[in-house]
Nanobody, 128 residues
Framework: QVQLVESGGGLVQAGGSLRLSCAASGRTFNYLWYDMAWFRQAPGKEREFVSAITKTSSGGTRYYADSVEGRFTISRDTAKNTVNLQMNSLNPEDTALYYC?????????????????WGQGTQVTVSS
């Protein structure tokens, strides 16, 4: 069984920064074998892709949505079994519930429907 637990959300002023963390665990789960991603969903909007990092065997390639490119950075901390999302230059449009997700299958990395494991989410609120 796979567990993903997000943390690090909160309230920040526009222009500020937050660092989200996703702790991955499971009896037979090795997160290095999984593509890991962050998605977000704002009130009244559909869930959208934010960022992803491929499994180690696929080179750890990073992907970003156009709206966060240059501001957000995704990374793995293998010592802690976490995937982190450093978010800089935040603006009110970044306000959303942020979810961590994992998949082991060779399915489109940008699509939420590809992911089989999800966390409960952490709220990010950016005030203007």
């Amino acid at each position: 069984q796979v567990q993903l637990v997000e943390s690090g959300g909160g309230l920040v002023q526009a222009g500020g920064s937050l660092r989200l963390s996703c702790a991955a665990s499971g009896r037979t789960f090795n997160y290095l074998w999984y593509d890991m991603a962050w998605f977000r969903q704002a009130p009244g909007k559909e869930r959208e892709f934010v960022s992803a990092i491929t499994k180690t065997s696929s080179g750890g390639t990073r992907y970003y949505a156009d709206s966060v490119e240059g501001r957000f950075t995704i990374s793995r901390d293998t010592a802690k079994n976490t995937v982190n999302l450093q978010m800089n230059s935040l603006n009110p449009e970044d306000t959303a519930l942020y979810y961590c997700a994992a998949k082991a299958t060779r399915t489109p990395i940008l699509s939420g429907s590809s992911y089989s494991h999800w966390g409960q989410g952490t709220q990010v609120t950016v005030s203007s």
